[in-house]
């Protein structure tokens, strides 16, 4: 009996592991969930338009004379109603009342002419330096160097200065997210965060551009980022966007309880409806091409929706590698993180390179063009035909500007970039090859699949 048993179980251990390796051998593998914390939506959404994630900034009045007025989208009250979207008015640690950048910064954007929170920004400008210097003046002739107000403003101006040598993206739209996080790494110290202003390990200039991607696909996800690298905790993860001001880690604890909350109101969102007409018949014949070609990475939806959290190997997806690598070419970044206190507890974070790509849920796939991780792309038609995918292209950056036929962005070709507002596939980083499997599609079948995409 018993050698019966050992018998059968020698076979299933030789069936998963066939499976397992068959699936390395296919480039795939796919990124178990991790326990997360739960919060409260309703405190999230507060702390998300009031919150102090920043504790420094322009000085209020000051800011408040440089923007002027602005249009309340956010329904504030108090200080914050009538600041740009993008700032809160805090209270520095000494009292003075700033404005401060806030998550909106790189997580809310226009669309058809309305603020859409959780949709990644995608007309910023890091090609152009950062006016920390004319801010420093404004400051200084306002208030002077020995005022609270400069103390108040002294961490945010720091960290422009550190970060603005290394995140100037060569083409408008991309985000240089990952590089922020590296120049600020290299500025703390791991055990207690605290700021060192000279970097102590040494910072590559090449910026590796990314698109933001969309808050509400956050609830399906079992790890962040393009390359799944962030595992664990999610809110710790997210704690990290306070080393851009933060004091220590004592403030990084104090984040870190609100962004659970954050975390908490993000899973609760839900994609913006499509806005124009839909070829009902068209889309259902898409949704059987879509489940037979696309579900396997992308997953299933509807009532019963699926999703594999599928990492797809670069010697499969093709994609611009750069992303990728740079955590495997440049390895301190993430050894600083897994040293530091966001991974210290038991509600950790963790970076684990990969060597590819997570394929992302397609929910709300209309409205988060341009496409693929470094936005290069700026259609899903062209996403499906890569023989037709622009070399140089260019849009108005007017988020009306919108192709419900080909579901992007409308743009046009140029023979070489003219400026920044070219995007330019050419550069490292910012490469449209790869993940060419709607290639093999027919042409019916590619605008049936659109269609069906219109739906989620």
């Given at each position: ?158 960290s422009q200065k550190a970060l603005a040598p290394y995140i100037r993206t060569q083409v408008r739209g991309p985000n240089p997210a990952d590089k922020i996080f590296a120049v600020l790494a290299a500025h703390r110290r791991a055990e207690d965060l605290t700021w060192i202003d000279s970097p102590q390990f040494s910072l590559p200039v090449q910026v590796v551009p990314t ?246």
């Amino acid at each position: 009996m018993r050698r019966a048993f050992c018998g059968l179980l020698l076979l299933l251990i030789g069936f998963f592991a066939s499976q397992f390796v068959l699936r390395e051998e296919e480039g795939y593998f796919d990124i178990p969930p991790t326990a997360q914390r739960t919060g409260d939506p309703e405190a999230g959404y507060r702390y998300l338009l009031y919150g102090d994630v920043v504790r420094s900034g322009i000085p209020l009045s000051l800011f408040q004379t440089l923007s002027g007025e602005n249009a309340d989208e956010l329904g504030r009250t108090g200080d914050s109603q009538g600041l740009p979207y993008m700032f809160n008015a805090v209270e520095a640690p000494n009292g003075v009342k700033v404005a401060a950048p806030t998550c909106l910064t790189c997580h809310a954007e226009r669309l058809n002419g309305q603020l859409i929170i959780g949709l990644g920004n995608n007309t910023s400008d890091y090609t152009q330096p950062a006016p920390s210097a004319l801010f420093d003046r404004a400051v200084e002739m306002r208030f002077g160097k020995n005022s609270p107000e400069w103390e108040a403003y002294l961490p945010f101006s720091r960290s422009q200065k550190a970060l603005a040598p290394y995140i100037r993206t060569q083409v408008r739209g991309p985000n240089p997210a990952d590089k922020i996080f590296a120049v600020l790494a290299a500025h703390r110290r791991a055990e207690d965060l605290t700021w060192i202003d000279s970097p102590q390990f040494s910072l590559p200039v090449q910026v590796v551009p990314t698109d933001v991607p969309a808050w509400w696909l956050l609830k399906k996800k079992h790890a962040l980022y393009y390359n799944a690298l962030g595992r664990g905790d999610f809110a710790r993860l997210s704690s990290a966007s306070a080393m851009l001001t933060m004091a220590d880690s004592a403030e990084a604890r104090r984040v870190d309880s609100h962004l659970v909350n954050v975390i908490a109101w993000i899973r609760t969102l839900q994609p913006p409806p499509y806005p124009f007409a839909i070829d009902t018949p068209l889309a259902a014949k898409g949704k059987m091409v879509f489940e037979k070609n696309c579900s396997k990475c992308h997953g299933t939806y509807g009532q019963q929706p699926t999703y594999p959290n599928r990492v797809v190997e670069l010697s499969r997806i093709g994609t611009d590698p750069l992303l990728a690598q740079a955590y495997q070419k440049y390895p301190e970044y993430h050894t600083w993180y897994n040293r530091s206190w966001f991974a210290q507890g038991p509600y950790k974070g963790e970076l684990r390179p990969t060597s590819g790509y997570i394929a992302p849920p397609l929910d709300g796939i209309w409205a988060t063009a341009p496409y693929l991780h470094n936005g290069s792309v700026p259609t899903v038609a062209d996403l499906l035909n890569s023989a037709q995918r622009p070399k140089y292209w260019r849009r108005s950056f007017d988020n009306s500007d919108y192709d419900p036929e080909r579901l992007g962005w409308r743009y046009r070709t140029e023979e070489k970039p003219s400026s920044p507002g070219t995007y330019d596939t050419t550069l490292p980083g910012y490469g449209n090859s790869g993940h060419t499997f709607g290639d093999r599609l027919s042409d019916e079948e590619r605008r049936a699949i659109i269609e069906y995409l219109k739906t989620l």
